[in-house]
């Protein structure tokens, strides 16, 4: 993991080097093995580096190709490195250092803007090109590695992350008054917005040519829907899947330090840790060392220890327990601060991770189990496949099925309601649901939100639009694509990636691979549930690697109720009296003081129902206190409970 910082003038202006330090400034923990600028002219060129491989313990910061003159600064990894190496070095273009930042720029000589489609990994990176004046960017398909960038008048920023943009006096902190709206639903629509207007994050499978002639901003990957895997056995499945799983591990345990893994006990988080120690003794991977730890929680609805404990018993290792922990309000607050952007969700970073990850300089890597739920988890809309299919009989079956979800996730919401959005509703020819829609009003926005703030952001029409989705052979894979193409899912990855990189690490997750994805995307729904199993495929790969008990295990721990303890516990109702995006307009003040009564009450008596507005809650709280450190200039929001106390 490391760090990107650009200024290009492209007015032909000569770049200023003190901007691009500064930019580096701000990001320390992400240039803990150094740190460079290279600078010509209208460019400037900034890298922080983190060596996290092997390899990157000798790669120059930035990586400069003297025949050339081309000029890189990467966040990233690229996993096919040996194909590609022999690849470019059949073409003529020869590898001489073996780094991943040489690989990519070899890619880019051999390839141009074709190149990224090339590369299998996770990365954000920005190429020099001196012969054509252009600066070229890209980002992974997934959006592992984060990107921002701000275009001023003659002049282009981007960096790693977003606040390092404001190092530069040119670019102006204002809301993005549209994508708050969103935030406050939960309901990220553009993948290209942030909460500031002019900054810009450069959206996952993307490129961008930036140039005095102007931008070019163009898709180099998408999903294929045409790809079908279909085999005569679930063994077959099964091992396809292994194999990839085996892959995508194999190259995130590609690492010059230790590796730590998150082990709730869950089945993804178990199977990573599981299937490392299975491959580690096989001599089949080697890292300098691995450990895994978990948060143990006693309530009900999280409680996972008992399964940690099997996957310990099977593979004895270093563990870790950590004890779950309340982010207090004076952490959020700095995180504000310093970030510019919205704390972190209280699911994210749910322990005191200090003494573990924070005090320590052997680990440069964190495993997650990230992507198992995205892919694999399942749809209700299975149930507009079975009736197209006329299998009654199986959807009868699936609805008493899924009449009871997992702990930790929302109620059923009922067979009339679930049959007619879910199995009818997709059904429906396109053109008669468009008269439906001209005749009915537009979803309403959550009523939390004023109704001011919401006509003049048109929350409606956007909540109401759908990211374009191409033909799919079952609408279960329609699912699958609108994950991968959701506004959600570079926000979920921007905040993981910046919670890790605060403690010097690398955060890495096997199960968000491009060929996992690819694999799941192609293969039968019925290899992705079966019966009252979810992951189907998953837990028959791991036949003999994961404990029975852990790999039979229907449910699934459920941590919304950090939302509601983060919330109580950091003052309660009166976190909500006087709220600055109720007297700006942004929310309605008694209805989210309203809900949060409510939210208590079914909260202390152990009522499911506090989930229904639990993290609307949160949200608005995290808005507050953007709103407040960053426009207001309010360095200690909130005050007033402490002060009465």
Known sequence: MSGIAVLYQWDGAPADRSTVERMLGVIPYRSVDGSGVWI??????????????????????????????????????????????ADLNSRGHQIRTGTDAEIVLRAWQCWGVEAPAKLIGDFAFVLWDPSKRTLFCARDPLGVKPFYYFKGPGFFLCASELHQLFQDPRVLRKPNEPAVADILVRMPV??????????????????????????????????????????????????????????????????????ASDLSGGLDSSSIVCLTEHLRRQGQVHCPSFESFSVRFESKDAAEAEYVEEVLQM????????????????????????????????????????????????????????????????????????????RITTLLQTLRINRTPPAGSPAFPGYARVLRRYGVSPLLPEGFKSVIRRWRNPPEPSAMVSRAFAARTRLSERLATQPPVPRCRSFAQQAVYRVYASGFFPYVMELNQRGTSRFRLEGRHPLLDRRVMEFAFAIPYSQICRGNFAKFVLRESMRGILPERVRMRP?????????????????????????????????????????????????SRGDPSYMNHVCDLWMVLAVELWLSVVFLGISEPFKHLTASK
């Not at 120059?60 to 194909?83: A, C, I, K, Q, Y």
Request: glycine share 8%.
């Open 555 to 603: 449910d699934k721990a459920g941590l919304t109720e950090l939302h509601a303890m983060a919330l109580i516990e950091n003052g309660g109702e009166r976190l909500f009296d006087r709220l600055n995006c109720v007297s700006n307009g942004w929310v309605e003040g008694e209805v989210v003081r309203s809900w949060y009564r409510s939210m208590a009450a079914a909260f």
């Open 190 to 259: 553009d993948r290209e917005e942030t909460l500031f207007e002019g900054i810009r994050r450069l959206e996952p499978a993307h490129y961008m040519c930036v140039s005095p002639r102007g931008v070019e901003y163009r898709r180099y990957y998408d999903l294929d829907p045409s790809r079908e895997i279909v085999y005569r056995s679930d063994d077959e499945y099964a091992e396809h899947f292994l194999s990839l799983f085996k892959q995508a591990l194999q190259c995130r345990l590609r690492s010059n330090k230790g590796v």
């Open 40 to 85: 010509n002219g209208p460019i400037a060129i900034g890298h922080a580096k983190l060596a996290t491989t092997p390899e990157a313990l000798t790669e120059t910061s930035p990586f400069v190709d003297d025949s050339s003159g081309l000029v890189l600064s990467m966040d990233g990894r690229v996993d096919n490195r040996d194909e590609l190496i």
């Open 315 to 390: 593979y004895p290792h270093r563990h870790t327990y950590l004890s779950p922990a309340v982010t207090p309000l004076t952490e959020l607050i700095r995180q504000v601060a310093h970030y510019q952007d919205l704390p972190d969700e209280p699911n994210l970073m749910c322990a005191d991770y200090i003494p573990i990850l924070g005090k320590r300089n052997d680990l440069r890597v964190r495993l997650s189990g990230l992507g198992g739920d995205e892919w694999l988890s399942g749809t209700y809309l299975v149930y507009a496949d079975l009736i197209r299919q006329l």
